[in-house]
């Protein structure tokens, strides 16, 4: 498929360099093309260009920009070359003008909302489904792990999207874990600050993903 990034970051390179990696092609959506020379020298077949291209771009858009910067990346990105589209909304609302307390972020959201239900209400034409918050970027393509293949928790309102979504995560190495409609993101935004706990309060980055047990 052709997969347009919009967001030009470390999870918008890690996830970039793995569709590339799995025979996609890719356009990252950046304000600062300069930004990703040293990317694109290690990943040549990617195309580079604004927000707007990169939605126009991609049969399946990826949203990876900061929780607070999500709903100007999607404008800048248009309406119109979202509407129709799966987008993978990796994103979380963390309130980065408040500081974590004993190791857990905070939120610009409440406990009964949630960021993607926000994006959702903006751009009402595009199918989102919530994926790749819950874990640390350099995770996110075919990690490995002594316990097997990890969970990944989605949600969206659209089944033909999740279903789209769960083929990609079969092939980035993932158990694709379905947690329903929208408002699910409420719960699944939150594992973000379960994950980055043991980090920001003792600074252990080692590797981690959640499992689903059945």
Not at 41 to 47: L, S, V, W
């Amino acid at each position: 498929m052709k997969i347009g990034i919009v967001g030009s970051g470390g999870v918008a390179q890690t996830l970039g360099a793995g569709f590339l990696k799995h025979g996609h092609e890719v356009m990252l959506g950046t304000r600062s093309p300069a930004s990703l020379d040293d990317w694109r020298k290690e990943n040549g077949k990617a195309k580079v260009g604004s927000n707007a291209d990169a939605a126009k771009f991609g049969e399946l858009l990826v949203l990876a920009a900061k929780g607070a910067a999500a709903v100007d990346s999607l404008k800048l990105a248009g309406a119109a070359n979202l509407a129709g589209k799966t987008v993978i909304d990796t994103c979380n609302p963390i309130d980065e003008k408040k500081p974590p307390v004993n190791g857990v972020l905070a939120y610009f959201t409440g406990p009964n909302e949630s960021l993607m239900e926000r994006l959702q209400k903006e751009f009402p034409e595009a199918k989102f489904v919530k994926c790749f918050n819950s874990v640390g970027g350099p995770f996110m393509v075919n990690p490995s792990f002594q316990g097997g293949r990890p969970s990944m928790f989605i949600c969206g309102n659209d089944e033909g999207a999740k279903k789209q979504v769960g083929g990609i995560l079969e092939q980035f190495g993932w158990e694709t874990a379905d947690m329903g409609k929208v408002e699910a993101a409420r719960a699944i935004e939150p594992l973000c600050m379960l994950w980055c706990i043991p980090g920001i309060a003792k600074n252990d980055w080692s590797p981690r993903a959640f499992k689903l047990l059945k």
